[in-house]
């Protein structure tokens, strides 16, 4: 028989016929926790409570009020009563409602029923604070996510048992060539001495399952009429189907004749070596593969369109490497210990620069949400800015460079961003780095990132963002996108037990508060209006308290560490916080010239100007999405 292949078309065309021709799932199944790994998110997921849900003991020692202890020195020493002003503890134990610092056991001097003590305690002191690692309510992945092994911890620890995922594609193989023999079925190969070793469909089983499909292989089809049978007894059970073998040429090779008969043929030939004879097409509406027999072209072939495959069905496979990344500040560290840090991965111009996330040996969720891991050798006091590191990958680096990475302030607008994106596109995503609005500036000023949100108030024109720009980014190429205008101003317990109306009230001696990172739109919002109230920073008690986030803030005031803090109106509805609103901001999305010509801009834009933006951002509450999605300045 001639050969019989359709014109060969190029790896690119196949691809692109292959997804044309199939659609998403959809089926979805409730599973408990311990089973998510390599599973796929069919809708965002939450933190159903805090952790820790509780402010507690990070160290073995006693709890204390760290006020108590300023006056402790070597020659001094301060004495407290065990019991009452001094509390045994043990690492996790819950602090006292009146102490605010912990003190290890090696360092007291244990004297009857008193201890002395002779250095001061600081605020907060071996203590961890409700909600430090994982805050209720949080976004922990957003849909279309593909869970990894260290997300099981987080999601337990964030009190999440069960969840809905994405059912597992169902992928048969099915063997065929009369040559071949299975090792199971017949253990004594010295009775079939001229039988080839079916591997290759136990090999296509393996790489199936790392994909992420459910696997089922049936017996060796040894002609035509043997694979007729399996395909009726198998095909609608199955999502997609791979017949190894038999997809080339020669007279023995029926795979295209089968296919042609029971459903349609989209291609017979790969320009791509190995797998040129890759086979494609449909029966009752399913993608059937015929893949080379040769070991090699089988894999490649099944890596190269079943992955494709898994992905338009419900998400990314999985790989690991090491990259070389680029430190975007100084990166401090202690000489003598070995420390690993999780980072963030941003990727620009062919370069990763890698943002740390938090240190902290509780943080569980900074390693959940890593990039990648950096190590810096106990010999070594950290890096300086534009150092060149190596980083292990904790997931794929085709994830790190297909999707949007956003430098600058924190809002929940861009949660629902990145659920909108993941919902629209499951291979993109959308990442941001909360370092705040400067921070934003300065890594769009230093080309690390084409995207950067901010909300900074000029002091002397009250104008928004603008001037900002103007100052930093002198004749540089970049538009302000309007996201949103979102009410700031002051959370308080519901109740307002301390009558607190507004900004005057923050130097007062009862009130305990939580303020946001320098460099922050909130923080610089801030001090703007103590400066106008001619209130001095340092009379606030708990001014130095800093977080990165509006809902780190929140969690603050709602579990009753802090009384007030500032964030933006939607927390506190999240929280059942109250209100007082202080200024109404311009929060807007800075992008270089260069991003705006990427097709990935347009998308963003559609998003910010739909309706599913301007309704699910009124759902949350204190936004206002009139001119959301327009340019509001051109610079440079």
């Not at 017949?243 to 989209?266: P, Q, Y």
């Not at 990132?449 to 720009?469: F, R, W």
């Amino acid at each position: 028989m001639g050969k019989r292949y359709l014109t060969t078309i190029s790896k690119e065309e196949a691809v692109r016929r292959v997804l044309g021709a199939i659609r998403p799932l959809g089926a979805v199944e409730e599973i408990p926790v311990p089973d998510a790994p390599g599973r796929v998110t069919c809708e965002p997921l939450f933190a159903a409570r805090s952790n820790p849900p509780f402010t507690s003991a990070a160290m073995d020692g006693y709890a204390v009020s760290f006020e108590q202890t300023l006056d402790a020195d070597l020659g001094n020493p301060v004495t407290l009563v065990r019991g009452e002003d001094a509390v045994l503890v043990n690492t996790g134990d819950p602090l006292p409602a009146t102490m605010n610092a912990v003190i290890m056991v090696e360092e007291v001097e244990e004297k009857g029923p008193e201890i002395a003590i002779r250095k001061p305690a600081s605020l907060w002191q071996n203590v961890r604070l409700t909600g430090e690692d994982i805050i209720e309510g949080d976004m922990l992945f957003p849909v279309n996510y593909r869970l990894g092994i260290l997300d099981v911890g987080l999601l337990l620890a964030s009190g999440v048992r069960v969840l809905k995922v994405l059912k597992k594609p169902r992928l048969l193989i099915i063997p065929t060539g009369k040559e071949l023999v299975d090792i199971y079925e017949h253990p004594d190969l010295e009775v079939l001495p001229d039988r080839l070793i079916d591997f290759n469909s136990y090999t296509l089983m393996a790489l199936g399952r790392e994909m992420g499909y459910e696997v089922t292989k049936t017996g060796i089809a040894w002609d035509n009429e043997h694979l007729r049978t399996i395909l009726k007894e198998y095909i609608r059970a199955h999502d997609v189907l791979v017949i190894n073998a038999g997809s080339s040429a020669g007279t023995e090779d029926f795979t295209e004749v089968v296919i042609r008969e029971f459903g349609e043929l989209v291609f017979h030939g790969v320009a791509m070596m190995p797998g040129k004879p890759t086979i494609f097409g449909l029966i009752e509406g399913k993608p059937v593969f015929g893949i080379p027999g040769y070991p090699v072209s089988a894999a490649i072939s099944f890596k190269t369109f079943l992955k494709v495959v898994y992905e338009r069905f419900c998400g990314s496979a999985t790989s690991e490497r090491s990259v070389s990344c680029v430190t975007p500040y100084k990166l401090p560290s202690s000489i003598g210990v070995e420390e690993v840090l999780r980072v963030r991965l941003m990727a620009k111009g062919g370069t990763y620069y890698a943002y740390p996330l938090p240190r902290g040996a509780g943080v569980f969720s900074s390693l959940s949400r890593a990039d990648a891991l950096i190590t810096i050798p106990e010999n070594v006091e950290g890096y300086d800015e534009g150092a060149v590191l190596p980083a292990v990958l904790l997931r794929p680096e085709d994830e790190l460079q297909h999707r949007l990475n956003i430098v600058g302030s924190h809002d929940l607008s861009l949660d629902v961003l990145r659920d909108m994106i993941k919902t629209r596109f499951p291979a993109m995503d959308l990442v941001s780095a909360h370092v705040g609005s400067m921070s934003g500036i300065y890594a769009v000023q230093k080309g690390i990132v084409d995207l950067a949100t901010t909300h900074i108030l000029d002091e002397q024109e009250l104008v928004y963002n603008i001037p900002a720009i103007k100052k930093y980014l002198p004749g540089r190429p970049v538009l302000l996108v309007h996201v949103a205008k979102r009410l700031q101003g002051l959370l308080v317990a519901k109740g307002n037990p301390l009558g607190i109306t507004g900004v005057d009230d923050l130097n007062r001696h009862d009130v305990r508060f939580v303020n946001r990172q320098l460099g922050s739109g909130t923080r610089i919002l801030l001090d703007m209006m103590l400066k106008e109230k001619r209130i001095d920073p340092r009379s606030i008690r708990g001014y130095d308290r800093e977080e990165s986030t509006h809902t780190a803030a929140a969690i603050l005031v709602k579990e009753g560490i802090a009384d007030v803090g500032l964030a933006i109106y939607a927390v506190s509805r999240s929280f059942s916080l109250d209100f007082i609103p202080l200024a109404e901001e311009e929060y807007d999305l800075l992008v270089t010239k260069e991003f705006s010509e990427d097709p990935r801009f347009r998308l963003l834009m559609e998003l910010l100007a739909s309706p599913e933006f301007a309704s699910r951002l009124s759902e949350l509450g204190g936004y206002t999405t009139i001119e959301s999605g327009t340019i509001k300045y051109v610079n440079g």
